[in-house]
């Protein structure tokens, strides 16, 4: 019963091809997040859903798409790969009222070739 | 803005020894603070938070912090080192006016517990 699920867990790729990561929380949150973490762990928000909205949006090139079909699910679109997106992306949960309070998935690790 | 410090990314210690990991903050406004832990190949995990008038916060793990407002700190310690406890562990701060759930995270400190 893993509370906030990624996939899929690694994505080895070639530049230019388009690529998706699905998220999954059966927590009940309604607010969900994506992270990167780049080769030195530094952590950066990418963007925040509250009850599929987007809310947050950081300086993401635009070739990055999260797409929220329900508040449980928070998927990321990626088009035209690039070596620099190599990075692992983290995918987040909290519940309103608790927004700090997040819930990590495991993480997928994009490399880009 | 906000904005954490942490001296140190690689922070070794014997098992039972003292651990201490430091964070420093800049804020605008004041802050609620956090630590997550990261163990290796998993996301991360809340260890603790600072979000009120209680300074000296106690989480899992036998960890605790001290938000000390005149040094701008929230430093990490636990008194005795288990093994089990090495992995990455990052700092973050948002604005206590933020309602949108903007973490900012330090760069991390990884701990490495020696036998």
């Known amino acids: 019963d893993t509370a906030v699920s990624q996939t899929p867990k690694y994505l080895v790729t070639q530049m230019g091809n388009d690529k998706s990561i699905k998220c999954e929380q059966n927590l009940g949150h309604d607010t969900m997040y994506w992270y990167k973490q780049d080769s030195k762990k530094f952590l950066k928000i990418m963007f925040s859903y509250n009850n599929k909205e987007l809310i947050i949006n950081e300086t993401v090139p635009n070739r990055f798409s999260p797409k929220s079909p329900d508040k449980a699910h928070l998927n990321l679109h990626i088009n035209s790969l690039e070596l620099g997106d190599s990075a692992v992306y983290f995918c987040?949960?909290?519940?309103?009222?608790?927004?700090?309070?997040?819930?990590f998935g495991p993480g997928t690790r994009l490399t880009v070739t | 803005a906000q904005s954490v410090t942490q001296l140190g990314s690689h922070v070794s210690v014997s098992e039972g020894a003292l651990v201490l990991l430091r964070c420093n903050y800049s804020?605008?406004?004041?802050?609620?603070l956090f630590w997550y832990v990261q163990y290796p190949n998993q996301g991360l995990q809340l260890l603790l938070k600072?979000?009120?008038?209680?300074?000296l916060v106690k989480g899992i793990n036998g960890f605790e912090a001290e938000f000390k407002k005149s040094e701008t700190s929230f430093h990490l310690t636990k008194p005795s080192a288990h093994m089990s406890d090495a992995a990455e562990y990052f700092c973050?701060?948002?604005?206590?006016?933020?309602?949108?759930?903007?973490?900012?995270f330090g760069r991390g400190t990884q701990l490495t517990v020696w036998p």
């Open positions: 987040a949960s909290s519940q309103e009222g608790h927004l700090y309070e997040q819930y």
């Open positions: 600072y979000t009120s008038a209680a300074t």
């Open positions: 973050a701060v948002t604005g206590r006016g933020s309602t949108l759930g903007r973490l900012y």
């Open positions: 804020s605008s406004v004041p802050p609620y």
